[in-house]
Nanobody, 116 residues
């Protein structure tokens, strides 16, 4: 079965950096685009970044462009989100996502808190 396990969240000061990781299993990872979403308290879940199967096309939410970088390692079945210049408004639970046969799969999420 599809399994996505996120890690790397934590508490960081404004301006700091974090690198989130997502370990994927239960499907042929290299055949699927992957995404990161986030959900802040009281807000809807939103797309943060997406990456195509080969990693050659990436898209970002306007709010994170120039600060976040999504990447993947198809040998290790991993997808990453490098987050730099973090702001308090980046505070949220971050989720790894894959759509497979029109079904959305999610990990358990990892909490990112940006605060001084």
């Amino acid at each position: 079965q599809v399994q996505l396990v996120e890690s790397g969240g934590g508490l960081v000061q404004p301006g700091g950096s974090l690198r989130l990781s997502c370990a994927a299993s239960g499907f042929t990872f290299s055949r699927y685009a992957m995404s990161w979403y986030r959900q802040a308290p009281g807000k809807e879940r939103e797309l943060v970044a997406g990456i195509t199967t080969a990693g050659n096309i990436r898209n970002y939410a306007n709010s994170v462009k120039g600060r976040f970088t999504i990447s993947r390692d198809n040998e290790k079945n991993m997808v990453y989100l490098q987050m730099n210049s973090l702001k308090p408004e980046d505070t949220a639970v971050y989720y790894c996502n894959v759509f497979r046969a029109t079904v959305a799969y999610w990990g358990q999420g990892t909490q990112v808190t940006v605060s001084s």
